[in-house]
């Protein structure tokens, strides 16, 4: 069936469901999973205001706590008996850095976890599994 799961996390709080609801699901399936994380870029505003040396401090502290909860994802991976790769890839488009994650890793399935704030909060905040599920062409597996 699927031989290669995409999840992506961020590190909150839902990180912890989708770690636990992929493993096991790719425990079933007999699935390796490609842990996900995408490491906000400073948009071209944020440059402006912010200082370069302070710039290269909070990059590097995104990247080192994209770094921090993939090793977590990989420990519990381990322990379930589930092959697992880390990606962490800098992106300005969430949404478009999932879909190409799911692309260049050869992934046939993409498993995310919805805050499921319904259209209100998806009007204020937006949703990146809704412009994950109509930019992909993968199947899309949400757990709410």
Not at 46 to 57: A, I
Not at 75 to 83: D, K, M, S
Not at 98 to 112: G, H, L, R, T, V
Request: aromatic share 6%; proline share 4%; hydrophobic share 45%.
């Amino acid at each position: 069936m699927f031989k290669r799961i995409l999840v992506p996390i961020d590190g909150g709080k839902l990180s912890d469901r989708a770690i636990q609801a992929s493993l096991e699901l790719a425990q079933q399936m007999g699935a390796a999973i490609v842990g996900f994380v995408v490491v906000p870029r400073s948009s071209p505003a944020m440059r402006l205001v912010v200082q370069r040396d302070d710039e290269d401090d909070f990059d590097e502290s995104k990247t080192g706590a994209a770094r921090a909860a993939l090793a977590g994802f990989e420990q519990a991976a381990q322990a379930a008996g589930v092959a697992f790769q880390g990606v962490c890839h800098p992106a300005r488009r969430i949404d478009r850095a999932i879909i190409e994650a799911a692309e260049a890793q050869d992934c046939d399935m993409i498993f995310m976890v919805t805050h499921g704030r319904g259209p209100f909060g998806e009007f204020l905040y937006g949703s990146q599994t809704k412009a994950v599920l109509a930019g992909s062409k993968l199947p899309l597996m949400i757990l709410k």
